[in-house]
T-cell receptor, first 114, second 114 residues
Framework: GNSVTQMEGPVTLSEEAFLTINCTYTATGYPSLFWYVQYPGEGLQLLLKATKADDKGSNKGFEATYRKETTSFHLEKGSVQVSDSAVYFC?????????????FGTGTQLKVEL | DAGVTQSPTHLIKTRGQHVTLRCSPISGHKSVSWYQQVLGQGPQFIFQ???????GRGNFPDRFSARQFPNYSSELNVNALLLGDSALYLC?????????????FGPGTRLLVL
């Protein structure tokens, strides 16, 4: 089946530190890959996506590159801010006869301190 | 344009009761999906509807049902509520069922079963 594995949190960083959140996937076909962010008490917001190998998704200083050879989609940001504190979810979609459901990882909580 | 809207925002029920959750997709979006997010975990896929037809179903018991209306809004129904049904229920909409299409999430309905 399809699955997503994320590094466990919480990840605690100082402001302006470099961020990496690891994400690897297992898929029976050719997935599209996504990072969603969830701020406290809110729903999910799309952060970035990539739909084919070697694509780089980017948004708000965050980046992730679709690596087919290592089945990975690691999230990076060069300088985090306190406002980046949230839970980050890696997810994939494979289109099947059963629709295009998102399969999520368990989430990684990021805490950024001054 | 308005995003995905869900109602109610919060709900408290007792075991054995029934609940109906509602979702309005982004204008022009024809697909609606439902996800359950238990505290501390990633969202789990429940249903997907497209053009008023069920196109995917996750591993949930028959107590869970849903439908999509001609205006593409959707309802999720849960019968005979259990304590374990306490969760954040998220609705997501997308234009269609193409795998690369982004699913946009609503703020969720937080259900507490006592």
């Amino acid at each position: 089946g399809n699955s997503v594995t994320q590094m466990e949190g919480p990840v605690t960083l100082s402001e302006e530190a470099f961020l990496t959140i690891n994400c690897t996937y297992t898929a029976t076909g050719y997935p599209s890959l996504f990072w969603y962010v969830q701020y406290p008490g809110e729903g999910l917001q799309l952060l970035l996506k990539a739909t084919k190998a070697d694509d780089k998704g980017s948004n708000k200083g965050f980046e992730a590159t679709y690596r087919k050879e290592t089945t990975s989609f690691h999230l990076e940001k060069g300088s985090v801010q306190v406002s980046d504190s949230a839970v980050y979810f890696c997810a994939l979609i494979i289109l099947t006869g059963g629709g295009n459901k998102l399969t999520f990882g368990t989430g990684t909580q990021l805490k950024v301190e001054l | 344009d308005a995003g995905v809207t869900q109602s109610p925002t919060h709900l408290i029920k007792t075991r054995g009761q029934h609940v109906t959750l509602r979702c309005s997709p982004i204008s022009g979006h024809k697909s609606v999906s439902w996800y359950q997010q238990v505290l501390g975990q990633g969202p789990q896929f429940i249903f997907q509807y497209y053009e008023k037809e069920e196109r995917g179903r996750g591993n949930f018991p028959d107590r869970f049902s849903a439908r999509q209306f001609p205006n593409y809004s959707s309802e999720l129904n849960v019968n005979a509520l259990l304590l374990g049904d306490s969760a954040l229920y998220l609705c997501a909409s997308s234009l269609d069922l193409q795998g690369r299409q982004t699913q946009y999430f609503g703020p969720g309905t937080r259900l507490l079963v006592l």
